[in-house]
């Protein structure tokens, strides 16, 4: 499709954080082995992997929230040009202020990384009975790992602050976590069944 390499090379020249595609790939994978037909996507960014999400089928529908009103505006615009607005709805919002009243088969957590322990906490409860919530960026390029890849002091604290999410997902009592290897590191949280 030659909107969206128009919008990866987009992203690409003006430095936008977009999906890897491996793991844009594998979240694809997810959406249509388990039927999901409504996602949340916390964080847009400029569109790419929303665009991604509502091409796979023709019953699913995205709602994803933006807070920089530049992507927003730009996300917008390349929903238009995919002609996808019918089946995407987007918001402008601060994730962490806005509530939504509908629940979702995936919540797809990809915003501001030192917030993921906030953003899951809060919309834990939106998730429809066998939803599940995925978080991407927990390797952030090796650093999770290893921390020496940065001598950087605020990269230093954000990784840090992805460590401990990391930790928040392995010993939560409510959900059970699945770690991938895709992508700059993917997880699949599932409600535990009681």
């Given amino acids: 499709m030659d909107e969206l390499l128009k919008i990866k090379a987009f992203a690409n020249r003006e ?41 796979l089928k023709e019953n699913i529908h995205i709602t994803t929230i933006e807070l920089d009103i530049e992507r927003y505006a730009k996300a917008n615009q390349n929903f238009k040009l995919c002609k996808l607005e019918h089946k995407i709805t987007s918001i402008h919002d601060d994730a962490l202020i806005h509530d939504f009243s509908e629940k979702f088969d995936l919540i797809f957590i990809d915003a501001a990384k030192a917030q993921y322990i906030k953003f899951f ?24 790992d290893d921390l020496t890849l940065t001598h950087n002091y605020s990269t230093k604290k954000l990784v840090k602050k992805i460590q401990k999410y990391v930790e928040f997902l392995k010993t939560n009592e409510e959900f059970e976590t699945d770690f991938f290897e895709v992508g700059d590191r993917i997880s699949i949280s599932r409600k535990k069944s009681k």
């Fill in 15 to 55: 430095a936008i954080p977009i999906m890897q595609d491996e793991g844009c790939d594998f979240i694809c994978d997810y959406i249509l082995k388990n039927d999901v037909k409504t996602v949340l996507e916390i964080g847009t960014a400029i569109g790419y992997s929303s665009i991604r999400f509502a091409n």
């Fill in 121 to 144: 906490e809060k919309y834990k409860n939106n998730l429809t009975k066998n939803g599940v919530i995925i978080s991407d960026n927990l390797s952030f390029h090796g650093m999770v």
